[in-house]
């Protein structure tokens, strides 16, 4: 059972641009929701979080958007540079119970 | 700290063979978790421990699959028979509790062919 949809699958991005990816879930117990990025060859590493009190979360260049109400969070990379060239994974978390999306390859062109 | 380290990295093995896929994870966290990757399915928790204690094995796919955890330092997962559908990349990651990010520091993957 997918408890964290994920979309799209993959993303082609020119350099400088918005990379923008969503994810929507099911479960209102979930109460953290980061996002990991992975490099070939690489696990994945946590890249930034929100929790749903808040409806945005900034760090440099990425930003996730959360709407509670609708049950769905995405991500905005600002600038997008050829090292963002990654997968993304967005996830929800339950105390240490952690579900993760199907993922998105994001290439960025330069 | 060497982060958490996995073994072997690469596997390739027949069907019908025991495989046994290592972990050691962070010193001092108290979960760790076992994932596995493909392209069709993505990242899956098949199990995750505290304290060395399963909690949710859910996601173990059969009973081929099974996973222990016999100290805090070492962490075990064996799929027997193996199948050519076992083929993907399995993750170990460790956290823990207290940590207000949730962060899971993940091993760099033991590449998984069934052939």
């Known amino acids: 059972q997918q408890q964290v949809k994920q979309s799209p699958q993959s993303l082609i991005v020119q350099k400088g641009g918005i990379s923008i990816i969503n994810c929507a879930y099911e479960?209102?117990?979930?109460?953290?929701f980061p996002w990991y990025q992975q490099f070939p060859g690489k696990g994945p590493a946590l890249l930034i979080a929100i929790r749903p009190d808040v409806s945005e979360k900034k760090e440099g260049r990425f930003t996730i958007s959360f709407n509670k109400s609708a049950k769905q969070f995405s991500l905005h990379i600002m600038d997008s540079q050829p090292g963002d060239s990654a997968t993304y994974f967005c996830?929800?978390?339950?105390?240490?119970?952690?579900?993760f999306g199907a993922g998105t390859r994001l290439t960025v062109k330069p | 700290d060497a982060g958490v380290i996995q073994s072997p990295r690469h596997e390739v093995t027949e069907m019908g063979q025991e495989v046994t896929l290592r972990c050691k994870p962070i010193s001092g966290h108290d979960y760790l978790f076992w994932y596995r990757q493909t392209m069709m399915r993505g990242l899956e928790l098949l199990i995750y421990?505290?304290?060395?204690?399963?909690?949710?094995d859910s996601g173990m796919p059969e009973d081929r699959f099974s996973a222990k955890m016999p100290n805090a330092s070492f962490s075990t997962l064996k799929i027997q028979p193996s199948e050519p559908r076992d083929s993907a990349v399995y993750f170990c990651?460790?956290?823990?509790?207290?940590?207000?990010?949730?962060?899971?520091?993940f091993g760099p993957g033991t590449r998984l062919t069934v052939t």
């Open positions: 996830a929800a978390s339950n105390n240490n119970d952690m579900r």
């Open positions: 421990f505290n304290n060395n204690v399963p909690i949710d």
């Open positions: 479960n209102t117990a979930f109460d953290y």
């Open positions: 990651a460790s956290s823990f509790n207290g940590d207000p990010r949730r962060r899971q520091y």
